[in-house]
C-alpha cells in the first residue's frame, strides 16, 4: 500500500514580497503563515519597543529600532520581528539578512515556529541576538552569539525579578516585572 501525502505549496521570498498577503504574514520554509497577535502578545511587544526606542533616542549614533518590516533570511524565509533593533538604518521594503537583535513575542499559533525554524535560521543567517520573550511563564530566552564558532554560543533565561538588557544596547535595562505588568 501506498501512501500519499499533500504536499504544501512552497514559495520564494521574490514571490512572497511581490504578493498580497495578510499584512503580518511571514514567509517560513517557503511557507506563507498569518499573525494574528493576542493582547498580551501586542502589549509586551509595544512595551519592549518603546523602551528600546527611548534608548536609541538618548544618544546619537545608537541604531533603529522598529517592528514587522521584511526581512528576507534565505529565498523560502522572510520574518517581520515583533521588535527588532540594528546598528545602521534599514534601507527599503526589503532588508536582506536579518537584524542584529530580533525579538519574537510568544503567541499560541506561532511559538513552535518561534523556538523551533525561525530561531535557527535567525542563527544560521548572523543575528548577533534573539530575545523570546514567553507571555505566559513571564520569562524571556535570550540566545547570543559568542566569540568562537558561528552559532549561539550563550542562552539564558531571565525572569520576574531580573533586568532585561544586553551587549549590544549598552546602558538599555528594563525590569522584566514591568515588562509583564498587568497582563492577563
Known amino acids: 500500500m501506498t501512501v ?10 521574490d514571490e512572497f514580497l511581490s504578493g498580497d498577503y495578510p499584512e503580518g504574514s511571514e514567509l517560513i520554509d517557503g511557507v506563507v503563515y498569518e499573525v494574528d497577535p ?4 501586542q502589549e509586551v511587544g509595544a512595551r519592549l519597543l518603546d523602551e528600546i526606542r527611548a534608548w536609541v533616542r538618548a544618544e546619537p549614533g545608537r541604531g533603529r529600532a522598529g517592528y514587522g518590516g521584511n526581512w528576507v533570511l ?9 521588535v527588532w533593533w540594528k546598528a545602521q538604518r534599514p534601507r527599503g521594503v526589503r532588508n536582506d539578512g536579518p537584524p542584529e537583535l530580533a525579538i519574537e513575542v510568544r503567541s499560541p499559533g506561532t511559538w513552535a515556529l518561534d523556538i523551533g525554524p525561525k530561531l535557527r535560521r535567525y542563527e544560521a543567517s548572523g543575528a548577533v541576538e534573539v530575545w ?12 547570543r552569539r559568542g566569540d568562537s564558532g ?12 531580573t533586568v532585561l538588557g544586553s551587549p549590544l544596547l549598552p546602558g538599555f535595562e528594563l525590569k522584566v516585572d514591568e515588562l509583564f505588568a498587568d497582563l492577563g
Open 4 to 13: 500519499q501525502t499533500a504536499s504544501i505549496p512552497r514559495i520564494t521570498a
Open 38 to 41: 493576542a493582547f498580551d502578545h
Open 74 to 82: 534565505s529565498d523560502g524565509h522572510v520574518y517581520k520581528p515583533d
Open 132 to 143: 523570546l520573550v514567553d507571555t505566559p511563564s513571564s520569562t524571556v530566552l535570550i540566545f
Open 150 to 161: 558561528p552559532g549561539f554560543a550563550d542562552v539564558v533565561e531571565i525572569g520576574l525579578g
